[in-house]
């Protein structure tokens, strides 16, 4: 059991140091478009050798809960995603910006990781064993269900023109099938190309459509980056606050989804916040102002991403099977440690287990200060260096970015075609965001989807294997809520005005 | 005369050689793995790691070039340059069969492997409460329901899949093989009683050895970490394989590099404390050098060509 011996041993001067020195290189690694929390953890690895193993994986789970937090700078003041993990605080947070309150977002999404982070911290601290097991219930065709949930979002994403968002998400799953298929080996759309046998990974085509665009815009129109008001605001961290705990609902329950969605092996923090985003819009009454720059929009992202830290840790020292990218790195680490992780780790090892996982608090918590601090500085970076300095350190960032993911050029050619095709795309009204959805949740839709056909058709089952299952059809429930709730509401909404006028 | 000047210049041309391999390596060398970290490939070359600083002196450098499960790295091989100061892992059969199915940018034979240092045994496995108590049950099962028997493994024409093919042949029974991403996602599937059972490795079992339990592994003798599981052999099936990893070098590589890198890789795999760990990961060692190359490649190409053929994943 979690005892005060644990929290001891994780408050020594080693460990809070190697905390806020995670904690810092990750938010800066994160803010980095292309350096993704996966490869800084996978450039520790040799680092951590030497080190006691709950010293380890504190150091390793702070610099990964940083990199979560840092990929949202560079998705509220460039509107490109720093991480996947990012993609959904791109919609209200560029908005943000744009009108002057990036500071604001900065602190608010530094806050609300800190509240996520904490909630997945806690899910694993009392509830791991017993979480574990959703990992386990969740088969290949509850993967597609939720893919499947995750492209309803398109509709709301694509509001006045759902058609240019279909056609996007369309182009995006014709995309997720470049590139040997992952379950069936054949080869598909490489036009004979050696480039695209590997396919077009997630942070390539995130670099291409959404910073590209930016990156152009910024060179073809003389205004500013960002609108900036002249009098010095400080952190805002009042108002943030304020906002904040307006927000306690939406923060906790995006917090349990993080956790819950970072559980499952295969889905991740993009997916988290994904979800997040979706319900915080649907059962807010300012669902209309989603998009548009709504705080709310960008706390449920940031507090989903973050809780996948804990969560995705729950199946990773529970079952000993990687939640998220950056586990199956973590989890390598340990193994070449001599540590073994299963059932009964947090029984025999409870000392590095319960000392990790205090850790990972005092990590979380320590993100507060440093988050605050880096982000402010990331902000006046972004508005005050003038745009011919801002736009060639970007693109060049973003090549090194590129480069960094598979340590392959092409990727970078892939990244600038995207990118040029995503900017006339933009011109014809076609947002990035559609055409992303369909390239993430295309691979995880279709491998959930052969799967079960598989299986089904294997033991002459298919129908109940679709929608026999219930946690398939708790997710069915979900999709048919999110596809006609709008329309529901429209109407009832209609009703009660009828019912007002007579 | 003309004999005199041609071996000056010869001796003239070898003595750089000779004089760079006597010092070779002197300075760090940098291991590309052609998959992402994390996984098996990353953890065998992370446990050889420090074995290199120890008794070479030099640094080893692990990155990664993940793409098209692998292809992507080894079809970019034989541009990078050839001085001994960067290898690349190789998988088998990943290397035999993805050239066999299409063209991947590279032939098996375009890849110049010095060394096999393991490989990651074959094994049926199930959890520890599953009705399959022997190898015999899940043969049983499998006649009285033809085709529905499920197996999940790690990706197609993969050694899970390979396996799978050559065992239903064997033992004469259909089974369904249910591809996934990764082991990690292959065990998950078995843990949760989405199937019935896995191909997995005898690592899994290492692993998960509170959860599951290996029907049988793929393995000339019993693994010594798992001495009560039998192996395929003793219980009338000819399977032994599983995933074989190696280090390749560029094809401009110098001879005289590939023989001593080769030499090295040996002593790393005859030191008792690199076998130790890796065996208690569920391992097993192999010792193929770069002189016993050819032969063990023919006989592979061979085993690994005829189960893809019969899978119909190459024609």
Redesign the interface.
């Known amino acids: 059991m979690p005892g005060i011996e644990h929290l001891l041993e994780a408050l020594t001067p080693l460990n809070i140091m190697l905390a806020l020195a995670g904690v810092i290189a990750g938010t800066v690694i994160g803010s980095l478009p292309g350096l993704t929390a996966t490869m800084a953890v996978a450039v520790l690895v040799p680092i951590t050798f030497t080190m006691a193993p709950a010293s380890a994986l504190i150091l390793m789970g702070a610099i990964y809960t940083g990199a979560i937090y840092g990929g949202a700078y560079a998705a509220i003041l460039l509107n490109t995603p720093g991480t996947p993990s990012a993609i959904a605080t791109t919609f209200d947070g560029f908005p943000m910006a744009k009108r002057g309150d990036g500071d604001l977002a900065v602190t608010l999404a530094c806050l609300a990781s800190v509240a996520g982070g904490l909630v997945g911290a806690v899910f694993l601290l009392i509830l791991a064993p017993p979480l574990a097991s959703v990992a386990l219930a969740f088969g290949p065709v509850e993967y597609f269900w939720l893919a499947v949930f995750g492209l309803t979002l398109i509709s709301a994403l694509s509001e006045g023109n759902l058609l240019k968002g279909l056609i996007g998400a369309c182009f995006g799953l014709l995309l997720s099938c470049v590139g040997i298929a992952e379950i069936s080996a054949d080869v598909r759309f490489n036009f004979g190309s050696q480039t695209l046998l590997g396919g077009i990974e997630t942070v390539t085509a995130l670099i291409g459509l959404y910073c590209v665009p930016v990156l152009i815009d910024l060179v073809a129109t003389p205004d500013k980056h960002l609108k900036v008001t002249h009098e010095p605001r400080g952190f805002r961290l009042r108002e943030a606050l304020r906002i904040s705990w307006k927000g306690k609902f939406n923060l906790a329950r995006s917090s349990v989804i993080g956790t819950l969605v970072g559980i499952l092996p295969g889905a991740g923090g993009s997916i988290a916040g994904l979800v997040a985003y979706s319900e915080a819009r649907r059962s807010s009454n300012r669902t209309e102002h989603f998009g548009h720059g709504e705080p709310e929009g960008v706390q449920a992202t940031e507090s989903a991403n973050n809780a996948t830290v804990g969560g995705g840790f729950i199946p990773t020292l529970v079952l000993g099977i990687p939640g998220t990218p950056p586990d199956a790195v973590i989890l390598g680490a340990l193994l070449i440690q001599g540590v073994r992780t299963g059932p009964n780790l947090f029984a025999d090892e409870g000392s590095i287990v319960y000392t990790f996982i205090y850790g990972l608090f005092l990590a979380t918590i320590l993100m507060l200060p440093a988050g605050l601090v880096i982000g402010r500085y990331a902000y006046k970076t972004i508005v005050t260096v003038p745009k011919a300095m801002l736009v060639p350190t970007v693109a060049f960032m973003t090549m090194i970015g590129t480069f960094a993911i598979r340590n392959n050029v092409s990727d970078v050619v892939i990244m600038i075609v995207l990118g040029v095709i995503g900017w006339v795309l933009n011109r014809f009204g076609f947002s990035p965001s559609p055409i992303v959805l369909g390239l993430i949740l295309g691979s995880i839709a279709e491998q959930g989807f052969v799967q079960a056909w598989t299986i089904g058709a294997a033991t002459d089952d298919l129908a109940a294997m679709f929608f026999g299952r219930p946690i398939s059809l708790a997710i069915i429930a979900l999709i048919l809520l999110a596809l006609f709730y709008p329309l529901v509401r429209a109407r009832w909404l209609g009703r009660r005005r009828k019912v007002n006028a007579d | 005369m003309k004999l005199k000047q041609f071996a000056a210049i010869a001796l003239a041309m070898m003595i750089p050689t000779y004089s760079a391999l006597a010092e070779y390596p002197d300075k760090p060398i940098s291991y590309?793995i052609p998959f992402?970290?994390?996984?098996e490939s990353?953890?065998t070359a992370?446990?050889q790691?420090?074995f290199f600083k120890e008794k070479f002196g030099q640094d080893v450098v692990?990155?990664?070039?993940?793409?098209?499960?692998g292809?992507?790295g080894w079809?970019q091989l034989n541009s990078i340059k050839g001085d001994g100061y960067t290898i690349m892992g190789t998988n088998l059969p990943h290397i035999i069969v993805k050239p066999l199915?299409?063209?991947?940018?590279f032939k098996t034979d375009d890849i110049t492997n010095v060394y096999m240092f393991h490989y990651t045994p074959d094994a049926l496995v199930v959890t520890k409460d599953s009705p399959f108590k022997t190898l015999q049950d899940l043969i049983d099962y499998a006649k009285e329901n033809p085709?529905?028997l499920?197996l999940s493994g790690s990706?197609?024409?993969t050694a899970n899949h390979l396996a799978q093919i050559r065992f239903d042949g064997m033992a004469g029974v259909k089974s369904?093989y249910?591809?996934?991403?990764g082991t990690?996602?292959a065990?998950?599937?078995v843990?949760?009683?989405?199937?019935k059972a896995s191909w997995g490795y005898t690592s899994v079992g290492a692993?998960?050895?509170?959860?599951v339990r290996l029907l049988a592994v793929a393995m000339e003798a019993r693994h010594p970490k798992f001495p009560d599981v039998p192996t395929f052999k003793e219980l009338g099936f000819d399977l032994v394989s599983g995933a074989y990893r190696g280090i390749a070098v560029p094809k401009s590589t110098p001879e005289a590099v590939r023989v001593k890198l080769s030499q090295m890789i040996g002593e790393i795999n005859a030191d008792p404390e690199f076998r130790k760990?890796m065996e208690?990961?569920g391992m097993a060692l192999l010792d193929v050098d770069y002189a016993g190359m050819g032969a063990f490649m023919e006989e592979m190409k061979a085993v690994y060509g005829k189960a893809a053929r019969e899978a119909g994943?190459i024609k």
């Open positions: 590309i992402g970290p994390g996984g990353d953890i992370r446990h790691q420090p692990i990155s990664y070039k993940p793409g098209g499960g292809a992507v079809a199915q299409k063209d991947v940018g085709g529905k499920t990706g197609k024409g369904t249910v591809s996934f991403k990690g996602k065990v998950a599937a843990l949760g009683d989405q199937v692993k998960h050895s509170e959860q760990r208690n990961d994943i």
